[in-house]
């Protein structure tokens, strides 16, 4: 079941902005947030026990 409820701004203008900053790459590898090569080293793996990263998902216990 879908409801549609009316909507009413409470004021003509924003009541809030936030903002994000991000500093430079080579400021944040100089601070020690990110190391230089974090693209290539840092690759998501999804299956670590396996070397390559790939691969499936072991059966459960109880082979289930």
């Known amino acids: 079941m ?3 409820l009316p909507f009413e ?3 003509d203008y924003p009541q809030f ?3 994000i900053e ?3 790459y080579d400021n944040l590898v100089a601070s020690g ?3 230089r090569d974090w693209g ?3 690759r998501p ?3 670590p026990t396996h070397p ?3 691969g499936y998902v072991p059966d459960p216990p109880g082979g289930g």
């Open 2 to 4: 879908t409801t549609t």
């Open 9 to 11: 701004r409470a004021t």
């Open 17 to 19: 902005v936030s903002q």
């Open 22 to 24: 991000y500093d430079s």
């Open 33 to 35: 947030v990110i190391t």
């Open 40 to 42: 290539v080293e840092h």
């Open 45 to 47: 793996r999804p299956f």
């Open 52 to 54: 390559d990263g790939e």
